[in-house]
């Protein structure tokens, strides 16, 4: 979900008289929401992003959040990442899943990915977090990005506000493995039999920190 920032009328309802544009007339910045949601804490972690959400930029965003929360979790070795199917982190993608494998070995972290199938992303909470979102700016000009990360940051959850993020590091696209390096990358990782698309086990190697 790529947010417009400019003039750009949204409709709904505001109580601040604005002037938006009824067209698309005028060239807009883009920026790129990507959440982690920990429904068990009800905390949302809010990734604006100004490049592509590549697979690198991904997999960049969860070791920022894991550096973030590291400290509160030192009890744990196993983590399940819920996520869609998306061209960028789908585990078929040649350089997601190795990135996600380094990060398993840096963070020695036993990792499980659990892709939702097309059409069911809506069941994955942190979706519902983009609604919430919406709705809140809801009719708002959006006309910078100062504006977006506002309505984010006043985001209220079940009375906890998001821990909001912009990110401008510029990611290069079309980045991928060798059939050899990804070949590789295979015999690290366990897919699920009859779910080999959409399970993936990764263990951290012993001894890895």
Known sequence: MAVKVGEFDRGGKTRIPTISLDHDFAEAITVTP???????????????VTSKLT????????????????????????LVIN?????????????????????????????QLA????????????????GWLEQHWNGSLLDTVESVLYFARTLTFKGQNPVVTLIKKVYSTGVKLTTEAMAEVE???????????????????PGSS
């Not at 990507?34 to 604006?48: A, K, M, R």
């Not at 892709?115 to 983009?130: A, G, I, M």
């Not at 690290?188 to 990764?202: C, G, S």
């Open 34 to 48: 990507y959440g982690i949601f920990l429904p068990q804490y009800n905390e949302l972690f809010l990734f604006f």
């Open 55 to 78: 697979a690198d930029c991904i997999v960049d965003l969860i070791e920022n959040w894991w550096q973030r929360v590291k400290h509160r979790f030192n009890h744990i070795n196993k």
């Open 83 to 111: 996520q869609d199917n998306g061209r960028e982190n789908h585990s078929r993608r040649t350089q997601f899943m190795k990135r996600i494998l380094d990060f398993s070995s840096s963070s020695n972290l036993n990792l």
């Open 115 to 130: 892709y939702y199938p097309p059409y069911h992303s809506k069941y994955n909470p942190v979706e519902r977090s983009f």
């Open 187 to 205: 015999k690290q990782i366990l897919r699920l039999p009859h779910l080999k698309k959409w399970f993936v086990e990764i263990f951290a190697k």
